[in-house]
């Protein structure tokens, strides 16, 4: 770098001082390494500043889209503004470059701060779609402007003044290293001939006047001549340098030019703010003048600033004469401020505030509103006052309130029948207000007895007891009630007037003057009265009496409406007795499919509580695969009106609790209220009905079974018990080990189509059961040991886990061990066949052993028989069909299918029931469970 400045040096040198050589060239790369690192900082500094003032012009360029957008409304200088969005971005990671003290860092960190801002700012501008003439627009510029535009540039001139700052402290630096380069040069002439001398002073000459001439004009440039042009030829970097301070001037002057024309831009639009602000001052003097009501403004010291003409008018005194008095001075009888003023001036209240007053001059009241006036930090400054004549107003306000006060009764008369059908305390409310609001002493409801020939007090105030015991039944026609329920209209009479001569000494002794009475009329009949008295002489006006009408109106249906909830009451009664106590389910649905009733027989049926269905769909209760259609044909009636079983009676499956399925027979019917429906089911249980159908069927099977067996039986053992015979002379007299052999095997099948047939005949005939106590640890330990040597060898054992001391059971031992026998066989088999796969590689359990588990304990009033095995278990499909007659899961010919079908029977003749419980690969287990022996 910098060859060509070095090469000048050292030839001017290096040609007269040979002998200097060495010394020369040492001091002077040392000092012009020196020089070169300035001039480096120098070039450095000045491409900083050719950034900085790129990113300047752009930031400027930047705020002149948005303006322009107010001024105009295109929106085209939205995408403008994109574009120089952009460009500045690019500007920031340029200047971040070479950004390198931390004032520096600070100033780009505000800078880009200001720029988010503006950014956000013109978001808001460009949202407005209209923003000529608006004054948020022109407040988010002047905002966007003087609060981050400005400052923003402000801030990058800070970073030129940097710039320049630390340019002029190097541009030192390099004149002192020059400096010390002249002081070794003199000392280092002045030891050497003239002529070398003058040869050195030439050539650094010619070098240092390039530098001059670039110091002065960098000098001049940092004065602010942005004019200053730069003319070096000397062909190395020096010139280089001229170049580049020329095109920073050049970009500097174009940086201001464009600044000085948006300053002069931003002059003209304050001038026309100014001139906007003037008129608008004019324009609200002349409103403020012209507000009919009078109005004014005062300080902190309640002294008036301005008022307008109808204040001053008020008044009584000239605008110019309120001026600077204080204000409450001017109302005669007046000492002090609004209480709103003072809580203002404390800072007590933000929001605008009423208050009335009366002004004793012309007997007029006014309503005052208040307006604080505050300044940017909250603090108080002025408060506006506005008068109201509301003089008028407020008469009519008194008569409403004396209206209201006689009306309110009507209400709450109302509210007191909506919130509660009690029939005494509708009465007794409606007494106590009446009297209240018409400010009578005593009172008292008669209604009329269900003879329809007398009456009775249901209530009363302000009597004495004596009295009303005296005068608590009286005939229709009798007293001020009996009249106004006669004449059906209010009747107003003074004692001496009473048309009742037995009750009038009553009414004199309880002291009451005057006496009114409305009948209690509801839809043209009468159920009594309301009688009013009082102690004094009192004229009843036209809208008391309409009042006591109306209240009398009111009073009439409460009684009636009360009589027919407690009709509705009694009927509800019945009805929800008559739901309870049904043997049938009784659920109701409403339109959504909700549960809304639920009866104990419901509960019994589906075995969910009242409490644990209310309120849930009714597909709750529905078999899965039934639902996808039962919710089609309800949205189909609700949107069609049409239904298949609606006033049907169809046999149907419900869902239970605990997931089984019962078989029930429902009659639905449906009531449409509005707008909603609600469905009621009767649900019948055919739960026991078909188990008994089932069961006749199957009885009847097995009798037809039995007439069948019994036919044959006797056809085929007889050719069986030939057959056999003579086999056994064959094989009595054969001496053929072969034949023999065959002779044996003839043999065993015989007897296995006799134990066959056999087995039906026991199946099909029942025979009667020898009925004894039976121990069943013993009957199954008896029936193990038949068994258990030959199991041992097929590498089977038993696991016993019988409970000690059981009671006894009633049953036929023979018949139970068969029962007992064949679980132990059929698990045998399963084991053996679980055997064979494993030796055979189809299953892997090394070290396995067949294990039959047989466990007894007593569970309530039963004994509990469990048998498990750990076979290969039975296929799920088939589970539902294992004690089924002729069912069997075995190969062909090594089982009947009969085994656990008699075994089912058997258990059930005790009073028993046999259930299995299976799991594929792992085993089966049958649970028996047995009644106990009754002590007889």
Same mark, same amino acid.
């Given at each position: ?35 070169? $690192?300035?001039?480096?900082?120098? #070039?450095?500094?000045?491409?900083? &500043? ?32 994109? &574009? %120089? ?25 505000? /800078?880009?701060?200001?720029?988010? $801002? ?81 040869? %050195? ?14 110091? #002065? ?48 831009? !931003?002059? !003209? ?12 001052? $004019? ?13 004014? *403004? ?103 309130? !004396? ?157 009636? #409406? ?24 009784? *659920?109701?649905? #409403? ?7 639920? $009866? ?73 209220? &509005? ?33 069948? /067996?019994?036919? %044959? ?71 193990? !040991? ?22 006894? /059971? ?36 090394? &070290? ?5 588990? %047989? ?23 088939? /589970? ?57």
């Amino acid at each position: 770098m910098h060859l060509k400045i070095r090469t000048k040096l050292i030839l001017s040198f290096f040609t007269p001082i040979i002998p200097l050589v060495a010394i020369v060239i040492i001091v002077s790369v040392y000092i012009l390494n020196n020089l070169y $690192n300035e001039v480096q900082s120098l #070039n450095t500094i000045t491409r900083e &500043g050719m950034k900085v003032a790129d990113l300047r012009l752009s930031l400027d360029r930047g705020l002149m889209p948005v303006n322009d957008y107010i001024i105009t409304g295109a929106r085209k200088y939205a995408d403008d503004f994109k &574009g %120089i969005s952009k460009e500045i971005e690019e500007r920031f990671k340029e200047v971040e470059d070479v950004a390198r003290t931390s004032e520096e860092m600070e100033i780009l960190k505000d /800078v880009k701060n200001s720029w988010q $801002n503006i950014n956000k700012i013109s978001i808001k501008i460009y949202a407005i779609p209209d923003p000529v003439g608006n004054k948020d627009a022109a407040r988010l510029m002047e905002e966007m402007d003087y609060k981050w535009g400005y400052p923003a540039i402000e801030r990058l001139k800070r970073w030129r003044e940097i710039d320049l700052e630390e340019y002029k402290s190097v541009l030192e630096k390099h004149n002192m290293a020059w400096m010390r380069l002249w002081t070794i040069i003199i000392i280092v002439s002045l030891s050497f001939p003239i002529l070398c001398l003058l040869y %050195i002073l030439y050539y650094s000459r010619q070098f240092l006047k390039s530098i001059d001439v670039l110091k #002065n004009g960098a000098k001049t440039i940092a004065d602010g001549n942005l004019n200053e042009h730069i003319d070096l030829h000397t062909g190395d970097e020096i010139e280089e340098l001229s170049v580049l301070f020329n095109s920073m001037a050049d970009n500097l002057k174009v940086s201001y030019t464009s600044l000085e024309d948006r300053v002069r831009e !931003r002059t !003209r639009e304050l001038k026309e703010a100014s001139e906007a602000i003037l008129r608008a001052k $004019n324009e609200y003097e002349a409103t403020f003048d012209g507000i009919s009501d009078p109005l004014f *403004v005062h300080d902190r010291d309640f002294k008036i600033v301005r008022a307008n003409r109808a204040y001053a008018m008020a008044a009584g005194m000239d605008i110019k004469e309120l001026a600077g008095k204080v204000y409450y001075e001017v109302f005669p009888k007046m000492k002090s401020p609004f209480k709103m003023c003072l809580k203002a001036r404390e800072l007590q209240e933000e929001e605008e505030e009423e208050e009335e007053f009366s002004y004793p001059v012309t007997n007029r009241i006014f309503k005052i509103r208040f307006y604080p006036i505050k300044d940017v930090n909250g603090g108080y400054l002025y408060s506006i006052h506005i008068l109201e004549d509301i003089t008028e107003a407020k008469r009519a306000a008194d008569m409403l309130q !004396r209206a209201y006060r006689r009306l309110s009764i009507l209400y709450n008369i109302d509210r007191s029948l909506s919130q509660s059908l009690g029939l005494d305390d509708i009465l007794k409310d409606g007494l106590s207000m009446t009297l209240k609001t018409l400010e009578i002493e005593g009172g008292a409801i008669t209604l009329i007895d269900d003879d329809g020939k007398t009456m009775t007090i249901r209530t009363h105030i302000g009597l004495s007891e004596e009295f009303v015991n005296t005068v608590r039944h009286i005939n229709i026609d009798e007293g001020i009630s009996g009249r106004a329920v006669t004449e059906k209209k209010p009747v107003i009479l003074n004692v001496s007037e009473y048309p009742t001569e037995r009750l009038a000494p009553f009414i004199k002794k309880e002291g009451f003057q005057t006496l009114v009475s409305t009948p209690l009329i509801s839809a043209g009949r009468v159920f009594g009265a309301l009688t009013l008295a009082t102690h004094k002489i009192k004229a009843f006006p036209p809208e008391e009496t309409e009042l006591l009408t109306s209240i009398g109106i009111q009073l009439g249906s409460a009684v009636q #409406n009360a009589s027919l909830y407690q009709s509705l009451k009694i009927s509800e009664e019945r009805y929800r007795g008559l739901i309870e106590t049904s043997a049938d389910a009784i *659920v109701s649905v #409403n339109d959504s499919r909700e549960i809304i009733q639920w $009866n104990d027989s419901a509960s019994r049926i589906f075995g969910y509580t009242k409490d644990e269905i209310m309120g849930k769909p009714i597909d709750t209760i529905v078999p899965e695969e039934y639902q996808n259609r039962h919710i089609e044909g309800f949205k189909r009636y609700i949107k069609t009106g049409e239904g298949k079983i609606i006033g049907k009676t169809a046999e149907l499956k419900g869902l239970r609790k605990d997931g089984f399925i019962v078989h029930v027979e429902l009659s639905l019917s449906v009531l449409r209220a &509005g707008e909603s429906y609600i469905f009621t089911g009767i649900i019948r249980d055919l739960t026991e009905r078909k188990r008994a159908e089932q069961e006749s069927i199957q009885q009847q099977k097995l009798a037809t079974m039995g007439h069948l /067996v019994s036919g %044959i039986a006797h056809e085929i053992k007889n050719p069986l018990s030939i057959i056999s015979g003579y086999i056994q002379m064959l094989n009595k007299d054969e001496q053929d080990t072969e034949k023999k052999k065959i002779y044996k095997t003839v043999l065993q099948q015989v007897d296995r189509s006799v134990k066959i047939i056999d087995n039906l005949l026991g199946f099909a005939r029942r025979r009667e059961y020898e009925i004894k106590d039976i121990s069943i640890n013993n009957l199954i330990e008896s029936t193990i !040991r038949l068994v258990e040597y030959e199991m041992k060898l097929e590498n089977i054992i038993f696991v016993r886990d019988f409970e000690k001391d059981l009671p006894l /059971v009633k049953g036929d031992a023979d018949q139970l061990a068969q029962v007992f026998l064949n679980l132990i066989n059929n698990a045998r088999d399963s084991m053996n066949e679980k055997q064979k796969r494993i030796k055979s590689g189809e299953l892997k359990a090394e &070290g396995w052993k067949g294990k039959i588990g %047989i466990t007894t304990k007593k569970t309530d009033n039963k004994i509990e028989i469990v048998f498990a095995d750990t076979g290969l278990g039975i296929l799920e499909d088939k /589970v539902a069909n294992m004690f089924k007659p002729f069912f069997t899961t075995k190969a062909e010919g090594k089982g009947t299918g009969l085994g656990l079908s008699i075994a089912k029977d058997i258990i059930e003749k005790h009073g028993g029931k046999i259930e299995l419980e299976n799991k594929v690969g792992e085993g089966v287990k049958f649970i028996i469970r047995l009644p106990i022996s009754s002590p007889s």
